[in-house]
């Protein structure tokens, strides 16, 4: 089986779709722009969600313990992993989307090249 925008059929000649090689790289176009657009706003703004909870918590204002700071740099955490996820999928899907918007019709197709 190849991979890559080809097109391919089951044992009973239907089509089936296989867009893995753009979705691969369109995720990782989605990756590369949020480490070069969104990665600082993602660290902040997930660091002020952890101060809010940690203030939500502990009372205000707050004093620098363990538990805050891990509070703090858990929200940091969770800011970037999500943000990085939307980015990733985001990609993935612009890459699917890509590859069915570049696909040749299935109605050109003679049977014989069908792989």
Do not use: Q, W
């Amino acid at each position: 089986m190849r991979l890559g925008g080809t097109i391919y059929y089951n044992k009973n000649g239907e089509h089936t779709m296989n867009t893995k090689t753009y979705t691969i790289i369109g995720s990782a176009v989605g990756l590369a722009v949020f480490f070069a657009v969104a990665m600082l706003p993602a660290l902040l703004y997930g660091g002020y969600a952890g101060v809010l909870i940690a203030g939500g918590i502990f009372g205000t204002p707050l004093v620098p313990s363990f538990l805050v700071r891990t509070l703090i740099i858990g929200g940091m955490i969770l800011g970037t992993i999500g943000v990085g996820a939307l980015f990733s999928v985001g990609g993935a899907v612009a890459g699917a989307a890509l590859s069915a918007l570049t696909r040749e019709p299935l109605a050109n197709l003679p049977i014989s090249d069908r792989k």
